[in-house]
């Protein structure tokens, strides 16, 4: 009798299963019709435009210039978000941290950031600076 009771229990109805099976079967059913080797060939063509790189022309001439895969560009997101964050978690820590801006003693990680760079530097500052002169020459001269 205990058997009889379970088997009549009423099940709520529920419209998110019945959608949820519905989609699965219709999804069989499409699935069905597509012959093999074309099914194989949508799902490769798929992978490689979410995986692979590509190539576009670039409007210049026959010159194409490489389009990242959106795996890619999902990644190279993350990990730049990734890397901003430990960059202030590391300018923020207490290592990186000056107190007295006046005569101020840097970091010991800044300062040979700085020498290290110095080159760089300095050929940016002087390219900035000789550029703008010889413009400013160059306007005298009109």
């Given at each position: 009798?205990?058997?009889?009771?379970?088997?009549?229990?009423?099940?709520?109805?529920?419209?998110?299963?019945?959608?949820?099976?519905?989609?699965?079967?219709?999804?069989?059913?499409?699935?069905?019709?597509?012959?093999?080797?074309?099914?194989?060939?949508?799902?490769?063509k798929?992978?490689?435009?979410?995986?692979?790189?590509s190539?576009?022309?670039s409007g210049?001439?026959?010159?194409?210039?490489?389009?990242?895969s959106?795996?890619?560009?999902?990644?190279?997101?993350i990990?730049?978000?990734?890397?901003?964050?430990?960059?202030?978690?590391?300018?923020?820590?207490?290592?990186y941290k000056?107190?007295?801006?006046?005569?101020?003693?840097?970091p010991?990680?800044i300062?040979?950031?700085?020498i290290?760079?110095?080159?760089?530097i300095?050929?940016?500052?002087?390219?900035?600076?000789?550029?703008?002169?010889?413009q400013?020459?160059q306007n005298?001269?009109?």
């Amino acid at each position: 009798m205990s058997e009889d009771k379970k088997e009549n229990k009423v099940v709520k109805f529920n419209p998110d299963e019945v959608m949820a099976r519905l989609k699965a079967k219709i999804k069989d059913a499409f699935i069905e019709i597509i012959p093999e080797e074309e099914w194989e060939d949508m799902i490769r063509k798929q992978y490689k435009s979410f995986f692979l790189d590509s190539q576009k022309k670039s409007g210049y001439g026959n010159d194409t210039i490489k389009v990242p895969s959106e795996f890619s560009t999902l990644a190279q997101e993350i990990l730049k978000d990734i890397a901003r964050d430990k960059m202030i978690k590391i300018l923020n820590s207490p290592k990186y941290k000056i107190t007295n801006l006046i005569n101020a003693e840097l970091p010991k990680a800044i300062n040979k950031m700085i020498i290290d760079s110095a080159p760089q530097i300095i050929e940016s500052m002087i390219k900035q600076h000789v550029g703008f002169a010889v413009q400013q020459m160059q306007n005298y001269q009109r």
